[in-house]
């Protein structure tokens, strides 16, 4: 992380884009200390159509899920695409998170452990993942 500060610091953002990316690897990872750093230095959560929201929520990593939605990320970009990705990952609690900020699912617990789900014609049922483990 030291290594991303230094260069924020000295070279600066020098394009959105890779902004972009950046904080979509450290989304993908879940770290939280980067994206801060990042989304301190000014970088969008919305660059990359909210990538970096997929990317974390593919990864079912809620926190950076949290963390991006706090910052302005729209969980209905790309028609839905984060909300679908956790939602084929089995990542129950980053389902709903995206839900309650507006995403598009309707989940519904069933037995022993199963997340019912119809999210953007996405239906079925998945057992729930912990965050990041597949």
Known sequence: ???LRLLLCTAGVDSP????RALVSASLHGQ???MSLLLGHGVSARAENSGALRAAAGAGKLEAVRLL????ADSRAAGGAAIREAAEGGYGAVVAALAEAGGKAVAKRAARGQVVLEVQGVAGGCRERQEGRG
């Open 1 to 3: 992380m030291s290594v």
């Open 17 to 20: 884009a890779c902004a972009g």
């Open 32 to 34: 939280l200390g980067a």
């Open 69 to 72: 939605l706090q910052h302005g």
